[in-house]
Structures are given as C-alpha cells and as structure tokens.
C-alpha cells in the first residue's frame, strides 16, 4: 500500500486512549508486511515485533484500553538511534495511514516484560515501543492533560532550528528552496517531552543535521538522537514524495556549533539540477 507521507505526518498526533477493539486481521496482517520490510538510509536493522499485550503481560500507566503493542530492537552500531527513530516513525505513519493510533514510549511501559518478550541479545536494546490500535472518541482527563503539559500542538519557529550556511543566520521558509515543505514536516516531529532537538543548516544541495542535546543518554542510548532520526524520516519522505533524489553521507562542514549541538549526517541531493 501507497500512502501520503506529508498527509499522515499532518494528521498523526500521539495516541494514549484507546477503544479496546482488537485488531482486525486485515490491518494487523499488513502492519506486519510493511515493517517486514521496513528500512532506513544508514541499513541498520531494525527488528520489529507485534505483541498481544494481555498475553505477554504488557501496560503502561498512561495508556488506556491498548490490547497490542509495536516494538522493535537494534544492535549498537554506527547511527543505530538515529536510524531507529527513523525507522519507527516510518511504521507508525504507515499505522496512520490504516486508520491506526500510536505514541511512542521509552519509560512509562512494563519495560522488563518487553525486554523479556523482545528476547535481546549480547548488544542489542530495545529502545522504545508503541501501543497500536483504534483511537478512542474521547481522551481520558490524564491525556488531556498531558498533552497541555507538553504544549503538544505547539513547536519552535521554523528559524529557530532551522539555519542558512551556519548557526548565525535563522533560514526562512520562503529562503529554503526546494527543502522548504520537507523541513516543514521535519519541524512537526515529535520528540520526548517536546524538546524538538534537531536543528538543520542548509548549505547549497546539501542538509546538515545536528542534535541540540539537552538530555541524558541512558544505558539504552540517547533518545534525542531518535528524535532526530524521526525529524529526518519525515524531510527524507517528504523529498522522495517530491521526486527529489538524495542521499545521507557524513560530510560534516566544520562550522561553528552552539554549546551541547553536535553533528549527526546530512541530506545530499543528487539530481544534477538541484545542486549548486
């Protein structure tokens, strides 16, 4: 199946309420052949599983009426939390586009009995996992409130994270050329607690990607670079939606970068007509 990233980037927001009805058959059958064959620019790989919660034992405090959940393991490797963002947030816009609810989770689940279900090997972690179904007409209070808490609906001005040739010049949209819709729903990602931590300096063809760093790392990795990952799932989407071909190399342009912002990857076109 084919779908709108930019359309489920817009419509996808977090999921904690659910209305308890499983999973048809339909839906969970192609959830499971897409993250199959689910990849990401850096081929790191993601082994994702589909989990019946009441069966394996697994909650979370601040979800209601879940039954299935979407988890996924990595090896530590070069890239491995930025590639698992990306990868993730992958799956669950194709979740979207079936009419399914997700929000990812890294501490408020039963994390021993994942790990345990997850079977994890010498290296390998689980960062993080989903509940997955269909969302519930009406959010409980404690989501409702969460989400006010987060200032969910609310992100940083374009020009604030993302730059034009180096840190000392905010990029504007109208000035971003052909990157200018795919950073747009890169700025739209979500991340934990909201700390939006990718920013972006556009130079000529090319997207550098930083991490404003302002958590963290935990024996499970870094988080934020998972943020990152997804705010890059959503530009490399919405660029191949366009037709624009890229690539993602390590070519770190040495310029100055704020206190805690370290360099990730960057986005390279290669059509001959968009370089310059």
């Known amino acids: 199946m084919k779908y709108s990233a930019k359309e489920m980037i817009k419509n996808r927001r977090s999921i904690r309420t659910f ?28 082994e994702f599983r589909i989990l019946d919660a009441s069966e394996n034992g697994l909650s979370s405090p601040v979800i209601k009426g879940e039954n299935t959940y979407l988890a996924a393991k990595v090896a530590r490797e070069d890239l491995y939390e930025v590639a698992f963002g990306y990868s993730f947030e992958e799956a669950c816009l194709y979740a979207e586009s079936l009419g399914l609810g997700t929000v990812m989770l890294a501490a408020s689940l039963s994390r021993e009995a994942f790990e345990k279900v997850m079977g994890l090997k010498e290296n390998e972690v689980f960062p993080l996992a989903s509940p997955v179904g269909y969302p519930s007409d009406k959010q409980t209070l404690l989501e409702k409130t969460m989400r006010k808490a987060l200032k969910a609906d609310k992100r940083l001005a374009f ?33 934990a607690g909201n700390k939006q931590p990718w920013r972006a300096v556009v130079s000529g063809n090319k997207v550098h990607f930083y991490e404003e760093k ?43 970068a704020p206190k805690n912002t370290y360099y990730i990857t960057s986005f390279v076109i290669v059509d001959a007509d968009e370089t310059n």
């Open 19 to 46: 209305n308890g009805e499983p999973l048809k058959a339909e839906d969970k059958a192609k959830l499971e052949e897409h993250v199959r064959n689910t990849d990401n620019p850096w081929n790191v790989p993601i």
């Open 214 to 256: 302002s958590m963290k790392a935990s024996p499970l990795g870094d988080v934020q670079k998972i943020d990152v990952g997804i705010a890059i799932c959503h530009l490399h989407l919405i660029m191949k939606e366009k037709g624009v071909k890229g690539s993602f190399v390590d070519c770190n342009p040495g310029i100055e």
């Open 159 to 191: 020009d604030e994270v993302f730059f034009d040739g180096d840190f000392g010049k905010g990029l504007s949209e109208d000035k971003a050329g052909v990157f200018a819709e795919a950073l747009e729903m890169a700025r739209w990602a979500p991340s």
